[in-house]
């Protein structure tokens, strides 16, 4: 793993698109987590959930949700980037999110990340930062998705 980028304040960000982040630790990704996640957002569909039915369908045993691949962004970030300096931070949402390879059970996901904006705004900093979840062994990656945050400077 690469150590995350430090960033001292907010606003030393200014001026960091295209600085690359990481790669993460690899994350395995197992069934028990999974089916939390199901529980969590009440989608069982048995592709993900049911290992015997998976195991005839498309990608032979069960896979994680889209959404849940997705999330792990959340996980990686802080391993990608940290801002010191700042009362309090705001994730503001995401932008052009895709799934572009499925994630079976057992697989191994880490991220890498890029700085891709910065501006000032409504009295804080606001960045994008690109993740890109790689699926370890595969030409594509899981998902790539576009997270931005807002720090708002100490009083």
């Known amino acids: 793993m690469t150590e995350a980028a430090v ?8 001026g960091a698109e295209g600085t690359a982040l990481g790669p993460t630790d ?7 987590r999974i089916d939390r996640f199901a529980d969590a957002t009440d989608d069982h569909q048995w592709i993900h959930v049911d290992p015997e039915r998976a195991a005839e369908g498309p990608f032979g045993k069960t896979i994680a949700h889209g959404y849940l691949t997705m999330s792990l962004a959340n996980a ?4 990608l980037i940290e801002v010191r300096g700042f009362s309090h931070g705001v994730n503001v949402g995401t932008d052009r999110m895709r ?6 059970v057992g697989s191994r996901i880490r991220g890498v990340g890029e700085i891709t904006h910065v501006e000032e705004i409504k009295g804080a900093i606001q960045s994008t930062v690109r993740i890109t979840i790689e699926l370890e062994g595969s030409d594509k990656p899981a998902c790539v998705v576009d997270t931005i945050s807002r720090y708002y400077p100490e009083t």
């Open 99 to 104: 799934f572009l390879a499925p994630v079976p």
């Open 26 to 32: 690899w994350l395995t990704i197992a069934q028990d």
């Open 76 to 79: 990686f970030l802080p391993e």
């Open 7 to 14: 960033f001292e304040s907010p606003r030393d960000l200014m």
